[in-house]
């Protein structure tokens, strides 16, 4: 699809001046994000160098204390999301949110391919004003070159975090034979080595 090819130009033409203030970062710093089933995106960022920890949650919802199958309802608001600790000195913010859009489809509606419902839509909640603008710049430089298929993808600020059950966590690692790990968890893997090989923790 278009958005494979596009969003690699747009980080060339579009945002190098993004660098000065991801080197202002502490060591520490989070970045949250949702693209469908969060199994595949925690699996994809705890490979990634400078990446500290990867956890699978629930954000952006309206009721208090989510759980899995209340999120899977649709009801409570909530997504699908990682929490992503990492270190900006080993890995810039942009440089994850290329990765975050070369793993899942920014162009689909509350889906990622079979996975439907708003709780797999594709959302970015900024920690600080630097994330919004570089996401915002992203989303608003895509769209203008690619009119007849824009990122849908929501931008929004930080709001609570709930962790996920136990068992959702690590999930890829803790299940390589299960079915879905091998026919969509495994091909993001993938990807994101092939295209990113620099960056894949040693």
Same mark, same amino acid.
């Given at each position: 699809?278009?958005?494979?090819?596009?969003?690699?130009?747009?980080?060339?033409?579009?945002?190098?001046? #993004?660098?000065?203030?991801?080197?202002?970062?502490?060591?520490?710093?989070?970045?949250?994000?949702?693209?469908?089933?969060?199994?595949?995106?925690?699996?994809?960022?705890?490979?990634?160098?400078?990446?500290?920890?990867?956890?699978?949650?629930?954000?952006?919802?309206?009721?208090?204390?989510? !759980?899995?199958?209340?999120?899977?309802?649709?009801?409570?608001?909530?997504? @699908? =999301?990682?929490?992503?600790?990492?270190?900006?000195?080993?890995?810039?913010?942009?440089? +994850? +949110? &290329?990765?975050?859009?070369?793993?899942?489809?920014?162009?689909? +509606?509350?889906?990622?391919? &079979?996975? *439907?419902?708003?709780?797999?839509?594709?959302?970015?909640?900024?920690?600080? !004003? @630097?994330?919004?603008?570089?996401?915002? !710049?992203?989303?608003? =430089?895509? &769209?203008?070159?690619?009119? !007849? @298929?824009?990122?849908?993808?929501?931008? *929004?600020?930080?709001?609570? #975090? #709930?962790?996920? @059950?136990?068992?959702?966590?690590?999930?890829?690692?803790? &299940?390589?034979?299960?079915?879905?790990?091998?026919? *969509?968890?495994?091909?993001?893997?993938?990807?994101?080595?092939?295209? #990113?090989?620099?960056?894949?923790?040693?």
């Amino acid at each position: 699809m278009k958005w494979i090819f596009a969003h690699i130009a747009i980080f060339l033409f579009a945002g190098f001046n #993004f660098y000065a203030g991801d080197k202002q970062m502490t060591n520490s710093e989070v970045a949250i994000f949702g693209g469908g089933c969060f199994w595949c995106i925690e699996a994809v960022f705890d490979r990634v160098e400078g990446v500290y920890k990867a956890e699978s949650g629930y954000a952006a919802g309206q009721t208090k204390d989510p !759980d899995y199958r209340s999120v899977c309802s649709g009801l409570t608001g909530h997504a @699908e =999301v990682v929490r992503i600790e990492f270190d900006p000195n080993k890995v810039s913010y942009r440089e +994850l +949110l &290329n990765i975050f859009f070369t793993i899942h489809d920014p162009t689909q +509606l509350n889906r990622q391919g &079979n996975d *439907v419902g708003t709780q797999y839509r594709s959302i970015i909640i900024y920690q600080n !004003d @630097e994330q919004k603008k570089i996401a915002g !710049d992203y989303k608003s =430089v895509y &769209n203008k070159v690619n009119k !007849d @298929e824009p990122m849908v993808t929501e931008i *929004v600020p930080d709001t609570k #975090f #709930f962790i996920a @059950e136990a068992y959702h966590q690590n999930y890829f690692d803790q &299940n390589p034979g299960q079915g879905y790990c091998q026919a *969509v968890i495994a091909p993001k893997v993938r990807k994101f080595i092939d295209t #990113f090989g620099s960056k894949v923790k040693k």
